[in-house]
């Protein structure tokens, strides 16, 4: 079973930038999906980005599109989220997460996440 780890996460004024990383342990990260979300203070948790398990399909929520890039080192058994114009909404509690089952070739906001990290905390202020 996967265990996933946020990290990254602080104080940024509006239009900085800031790295998420997710480090997990087990030997299935290299063949599931990935997936950034994000809850903010009195909002339901939503999909941010996702990426499959050989990087070859990202998807990301419209909103984050352009300013936002997910990777992976599966090497280093690590996700990353590169946020960049960061503005005061994307203000939120930031998690990661792994698909439960193996070889996704199409990530989106339906694919079967399962196992979840314990988030880390994004303040942006203006």
């Known amino acids: 079973q996967i265990h996933l780890v946020e990290s990254g996460g602080g104080l940024v004024q509006t239009g900085g930038s800031l790295r998420l990383s997710c480090a997990a342990s087990?030997?299935?990260?290299?063949?599931?999906?990935m997936g950034w979300f994000r809850q903010a203070p009195g909002k339901e948790r939503e999909f941010v980005a996702g990426?499959?398990?050989?990087?070859?399909?990202?998807h990301y929520e419209d909103s984050v599109q352009g300013r936002f890039i997910i990777s992976r080192d599966n090497a280093k058994n690590t996700l990353y989220l590169q946020m960049n114009s960061l503005k005061y909404e994307d203000t939120a509690v930031y998690y990661c997460?792994?698909?439960?089952?193996?070889?996704?070739?199409?990530?989106?906001?339906?694919?079967?996440?399962?196992?979840w990290g314990q988030g880390t905390l994004v303040t942006v202020s203006s």
């Open positions: 990426i499959n398990w050989k990087s070859t399909m990202t």
């Open positions: 087990g030997r299935t990260f290299g063949s599931v999906a």
């Open positions: 997460a792994a698909s439960k089952r193996p070889y996704t070739e199409v990530v989106s906001p339906a694919t079967d996440f399962g196992s």
